[in-house]
């Protein structure tokens, strides 16, 4: 028996038609069991501005803090949670406000961060961050977790530069 022209257009037609459906369905699927209860999940923590997706990573976070908010908090509050209801690790980025003095600071300071974290010399670094922020007359907020760096640097004037920066696994024990 052969399929006439009409028959293969029906069943091209049907194809498509399952093909968009299943998309569309797993599309549904991950806004609602993944995506909307990690910005729920989020949303709950003190500190928190905004919560929404991170731009091209579907289970990626973009946090936004309060003013005020002190990042070294707020952060693994958001990522314990994030990795609660994902299953696994989440990428989260931290809006912010920088200044350009903060921004050339924040330029200036990478290298020193970097050789800090690489070496396990943590006293060295700070003292260099300080003595670096001070003479720019920006303030620095440095704290450091099990698993973080946090930086932020404040201008005075409502602006403020936020990074967090993962530390070396197994990090250097030396200060």
């Known amino acids: 028996m052969r399929m006439s022209l009409t028959h293969w257009g029906v069943a091209a037609a049907t194809a498509a038609i399952v093909v968009a459906a299943l998309l569309l369905g797993v599309?549904?699927?991950?806004?609602?069991?993944?995506?909307?209860?990690?910005?729920?999940?989020?949303?709950?923590?003190?500190?928190?501005?905004?919560?929404?997706?991170?731009?091209?990573?579907p289970t990626g976070l973009t946090i936004a803090l309060k003013p005020g908010a002190d990042v070294a908090?707020?952060?693994?509050?958001?990522?314990?949670?994030?990795?609660?209801?994902?299953?696994?690790?989440?990428?989260?980025?931290v809006t912010d406000n920088a200044s350009a003095p903060e921004r050339a600071l924040w330029a200036n300071l990478r290298f020193v961060v970097a050789t800090g974290t690489s070496t396990g010399q943590y006293v060295a670094m700070q003292r260099a961050l300080t003595a670096d922020a001070?003479?720019?007359?920006?303030?620095?907020?440095l704290a450091m977790g099990s698993a973080h760096l946090y930086l932020t640097?404040?201008?005075?004037?409502?602006?403020?530069?936020?990074?967090?920066?993962?530390?070396?696994?197994?990090?250097?024990?030396?200060?």
Do not use: C, N
């Open 153 to 175: 640097l404040s201008d005075g004037h409502g602006h403020r530069l936020i990074r967090v920066v993962a530390l070396p696994k197994g990090g250097a024990a030396r200060a």
């Open 73 to 93: 908090q707020v952060y693994p509050a958001v990522e314990a949670a994030a990795r609660t209801v994902a299953g696994h690790p989440v990428g989260i980025t």
């Open 27 to 57: 599309g549904w699927y991950h806004r609602a069991a993944v995506q909307a209860p990690l910005v729920k999940a989020a949303s709950g923590i003190p500190g928190l501005a905004r919560t929404k997706l991170a731009p091209g990573d």
């Open 134 to 141: 001070r003479t720019a007359h920006i303030a620095l907020t």
